[in-house]
Antibody, heavy 119, light 107 residues
């Protein structure tokens, strides 16, 4: 049973870089592709991007190329970096497994990591 | 980007009621439509993928239909544990986009 767990700082200062890691347990990270999704307080879900196990990733253009997603197969982890954050980036950040082809969906989710952007 | 519009944004229903939530895409997405349930403080959980396929472990009272631009999620007999917010999501093109959510509350 694959499980995901996000980790990282809960507080980030404006203009700095938000960094989160998702640890995959119960399965190999190399078998699937992986997503980051976020949810601002009281609002809906926003897809940030996904990464293939090859290391190539796609991001949401709304984030204006501030995103880097990387994968480390040796530690079974993948990571999110979001640069130049502002208060609008305050959200719960989820990692999730990408399943299915050609229609794909997120079938396993982490519990979420709350990140607040504030000085 | 493909815009996903859900209706209603909220509804009140009683245990045992039949509930229908609709999701409309701003352009055709074939059957590349998924439904999620989210309870307060929890991560979303996939219920339906590919517009009508029931995820393993999800009760059969949940069903999905539609193709192209118009989709529905139906709960045939609402149970106490079904009170939650429901989201549709398209995977036809990136960026993946979600509907605004439908909150199902107790009447």
């Amino acid at each position: 049973q694959v499980q995901l767990q996000e980790s990282g700082p809960g507080l980030v200062k404006p203009s700095e870089t938000l960094s989160l890691t998702c640890t995959v347990s119960g399965g190999s990270i190399s078998t699937y592709s992986w997503n980051w999704i976020r949810q601002p307080p009281g609002k809906g879900l926003e897809w940030i991007g996904y990464i293939y196990h090859s290391g190539n990733f796609k991001q949401n253009p709304s984030l204006k190329s501030r995103v880097t997603i990387s994968v480390d197969t040796s530690t079974n982890q993948f990571s999110l970096k979001l640069r130049s954050v502002s208060a609008a980036d305050t959200a719960v950040y989820y990692c999730a497994r990408k399943m299915g082809r050609p229609n794909f969906y997120m079938d396993v989710w982490g519990t979420g990591s709350t990140v607040t952007v504030s000085s | 980007d493909i815009q996903m519009t859900q209706s209603p944004s909220s509804l009140s229903a009683s245990v045992g009621d039949r509930v229908t939530i609709t999701c409309r895409a701003s352009q055709s997405i074939s059957s590349y439509l998924n439904w999620y349930q989210q309870k307060p403080g929890k991560a979303p959980k996939v219920l339906i993928y590919g517009a009508s396929s029931l995820q393993i472990g999800v009760p059969s009272r949940f069903s999905g239909s539609g193709s192209g631009t118009d989709f529905t999620l139906t709960i045939s007999s609402l149970q106490p544990e079904d009170f939650a917010t429901y989201y549709c999501q398209q995977s036809s093109t990136t960026p993946l986009t979600f509907g605004g959510g439908t909150k199902v509350e107790i009447k």
